[in-house]
């Protein structure tokens, strides 16, 4: 982590299925911040569903939407912010992240994030002959952005409360070293 950067916001980065929003609106409760979800913004930005913004812009499109977005977070405070999970694949996106927030990747076994996103027909990714081997392409993909995070946090069997619980604490441990913003 560098030093003196200020953590006035949590981002939490990782593959989809991995837990960025059930367990960020979790923390966001247990720290008294706002939630904000990059996926369910640009979905109101556009009134697509991003399975929907994929089929008629392409992943190129997404992306730029993903990327304009996260020039925004920047101006907000106290705010647990859930990405989507290609969203750090990108080195602009995860050093804009990281000028204000706490970085967290939450990481999964491809196994685990396929038994948790199998029946969720909105993973446009996912719409593969072969949807494990996808994930462990993608995951071997943009793992090096991921690991880039401030902390990584394992959700492999481990509870929403549990994961949750360890991110606050590793918040609040980054937030008492960081100088005030």
Request: charged share 25%; hydrophobic share 45%.
């Amino acid at each position: 982590m560098r030093a003196h950067r200020p953590m006035i916001n949590l981002a939490l980065i990782g593959f989809m299925g991995t837990g960025k929003s059930a367990v960020g609106r979790l923390v966001a409760k247990q720290l008294r911040f706002d939630f904000l979800d990059t996926d369910a913004c640009i979905e109101a930005q556009t009134g697509l569903r991003i399975a929907e913004l994929f089929a008629r812009a392409g992943e190129a499109a997404f992306r730029e939407h993903e990327r304009r977005l996260v020039d925004d977070l920047g101006r907000m405070t106290r705010t647990v912010i859930a990405t989507g999970g290609g969203l750090a694949a990108n080195e602009q996106n995860l050093a804009s992240l990281k000028q204000h927030a706490l970085v967290v990747c939450l990481w999964a076994s491809p196994e685990t994030i396929w038994d948790r996103v199998a029946d969720q027909s909105h993973r446009p990714l996912l719409r593969d002959p072969d949807p494990l081997a996808k994930i462990r392409l993608l995951l071997a993909q943009r793992e090096p952005f991921y690991r880039q995070a401030d902390v990584l946090v394992n959700t492999d069997r481990r509870s929403i409360k549990e994961v949750a619980h360890q991110i606050t604490h590793q918040y609040r441990l980054a937030r008492n070293a960081a100088p005030p913003p």
